[in-house]
């Protein structure tokens, strides 16, 4: 090779992003990432690993990140106190989790009959939403980047039908966030049962209903084999978000370019989440006929009363925590932009849209 070659060449590889040189050992760092889900679950679990992947290999190996699943080395509702902890430098987990830490956390997942995925979405990264969760989780050090999020979620599979609010007294229901204190107020029992001990507590009867996630996941978990009745769509989660939770001593440790980086893996996982979540709850809903499943939706008196309960427990949250209030108030004023907005554009759409396909035939 000419001597200009070979300058050429040595220049073309000093030039090159970092990313795509491999990483001398001495530049090596390895994370741990604890999650609050089972081994590869669908949707979350999945979601982590390949958020792990990702920062690996944007980084070209200098950052890599090592999985375990819930349990493995914490308890999976205790992945925020592990990063805190240092036991771990990431979580992938739901926020509202630890809301026991700070009630405002449960506007960053969800709340009852408010933001979908694309608000939240929406919310978060222009919206001021964000900075709003820098806020709130800055005093127990760690940064919380949005990972993902499942989509309108279902609200659950019964043992028996829900034809008034007769039938909600005294139900014990398998249920996550501020749904389970609504529906408290109507006389049922909330319980908060880690993600891989929901078909235990169906099948032993521990409890009479739960609630996962949608089709995809809540099949993968056989809560058809120990539930009949699946009632669509959830009240509670119409779009919980996935963050990816960080040490804020580890991130600022690492040089400026793998920060970048691992910001955005945390956005490119979020979309690639989210579309796996939408894809495969398609394909599942179409086979729950096979399985004799009765898809439902509440009765009017039930979402009803739910609705007025879900408003007395915000009102309650808000009251409660200066943190929460703050939070509340702007997350409630953007939903009512949001919702004003839906209303003659995504809800007009989706009517316009079955009303053609059902003249149509398909």
């Known amino acids: 090779m000419k001597r200009r070659q070979v300058l050429g060449a040595a220049a073309a590889v000093a030039a090159a992003p970092l990313m795509t040189r491999p990483a001398a050992a001495a530049e090596r760092i390895e994370w741990k990432m604890v999650t609050s889900w089972p081994q590869d ?6 979601g982590a690993r390949r958020l792990a992947e990702l920062i690996g290999a944007l980084s070209g190996g200098r950052l890599t990140v090592r999985l375990f699943p819930a349990g493995e080395l914490v308890p999976p509702l205790q992945v925020l106190d592990a990063v805190q902890q240092g036991t771990a430098e990431m979580a992938h987990t739901a926020l509202y989790y630890a809301a026991g830490k700070a009630p405002a956390l449960h506007f960053f997942t969800t709340i009852p009959f408010g933001m979908d995925l694309s608000e939240l979405a929406a919310w978060l990264s222009f919206g001021g939403g964000q900075v709003l969760k820098d806020e709130i989780l800055a005093p127990f050090g760690v940064q919380s980047f949005y990972a993902g999020n499942s989509g ?3 609200m659950g ?15 014990k229901m398998r249920i996550a966030g501020l749904g389970g204190a609504a529906l408290t107020k109507l006389g049922a029992t909330a319980v908060l049962v880690p993600p891989g001990e929901i078909f235990g507590a169906m099948q032993a009867g521990t409890v009479d209903a739960a609630e996962w996630v949608g089709p995809w996941n809540d099949i993968a978990f056989g809560l058809h084999k120990v539930a009949r009745y699946y009632y669509l769509p959830s009240f509670h989660e119409p779009g919980p978000a996935l963050d990816a939770v960080v040490s804020r001593k580890a991130l600022e440790a690492l040089p400026a370019d793998l920060q970048a980086m691992v910001r955005a893996a945390c ?21 729950l006929a096979d399985y004799g499943v009765q898809v439902s939706v509440l009765p009017d008196e039930v979402v009803q009363a739910l609705g007025r309960a879900s408003d007395e427990v915000l009102a309650e949250l808000m009251g ?19 919702d004003a907005y839906a209303q003659p554009m995504a809800q007009a759409m989706l009517m316009q849209r079955a009303a053609v396909r059902s003249a149509a035939g398909g």
């Open 267 to 287: 956005t490119a996982a979020a979309l690639d989440t989210s579309s796996e979540f939408l894809f495969h709850n398609v394909e599942s809903y179409a086979m």
């Open 41 to 46: 679950a669908p949707g979350v679990g999945t």
């Open 320 to 338: 409660s925590d200066p943190g929460a209030r703050k939070v509340g108030e702007a997350y409630l004023a953007f939903l009512a932009r949001a």
């Open 152 to 154: 309108t979620q279902a």
């Open 157 to 171: 599979w019964f043992r028996r039908e829900i034809r008034s609010l007769d039938d909600v007294k005294g139900l």
